[in-house]
């Protein structure tokens, strides 16, 4: 970091800490050292010592994610949704159809090919619902929320390592999966509430 990017950064923080001093915020956490513990495919994994508001120091172990794509598709008034077993629940899920960033990508383009790849629908267009962090007590992933639109269907095409069944389903059958556990992620949940609010106002625009 350049010394006037350093003079900028420590500034930020200096007014961060003195606005958490009148509206009760909590200030930053200081970064003494990082130190990385391991490197995957999809995650890294480092433990960070920093120093808190209160001068006390503590120990923050952080899951660097490079960020993922989810999308909300309605075909003929029905959920399209991806059936799979994950193994870190070690259950059968049902989810929107979504995948990870890669480098650099636009995250409408992943959305777009998670979608074709894993259902065999094309969108013309990706309209953005919200974004939001999926874990932030210890994870940097976010997750961009889209919307399919102008679709046509096609022939799927997922990875090699995926296991799919492809389901459109009723709003009853999604809230019955909610029940059932079936549908247990926050992303899917989020869709399926967002389809559920949009049916009964009509504000949302997910109707397909």
Not at 90 to 113: F, M, N, T, W
Not at 119 to 130: F, I, P, Y
Not at 148 to 164: K, N, Q, T, V
Not at 181 to 186: P, S, V
């Amino acid at each position: 970091m350049q010394e006037a990017d350093k003079l900028c950064h420590q500034g930020r923080k200096k007014r961060m800490n003195e606005r958490s001093q009148t509206d009760g915020r909590p200030g930053a956490e200081v970064t003494l050292s990082s130190e990385m513990k391991y490197s995957g495919k999809i995650i890294t994994l480092q433990v960070d010592q920093v120093r808190l508001p209160s001068g006390a120091t503590a120990s923050r172990e952080i899951v660097r994610h490079p960020g993922a794509a989810a999308v909300i598709c309605i075909v003929d008034g029905k959920l399209l949704t991806v059936g799979q077993y994950r193994k870190p629940m070690d259950k059968y899920q049902v989810e929107i159809p979504a995948g990870k960033l890669d480098p650099g990508e636009d995250p409408a383009v992943c959305a777009a090919r998670e979608l074709k790849e894993e259902t065999g629908v094309s969108a013309s267009s990706m309209r953005l619902v919200d974004a939001f962090y999926t874990s932030p007590g210890f994870a940097d992933e976010k997750l961009y929320l889209y919307v399919a639109e102008g679709l046509e269907h096609g022939a799927s095409s997922p990875d090699e390592d995926e296991d799919l069944h492809v389901e459109a389903l009723t709003m009853e059958q999604a809230l019955s999966y909610i029940e059932q556990g079936l549908i247990g992620d926050a992303k899917t949940l989020m869709a399926v509430y967002l389809w559920r609010l949009s049916e009964l106002t009509g504000r949302i625009g997910l109707r397909g």
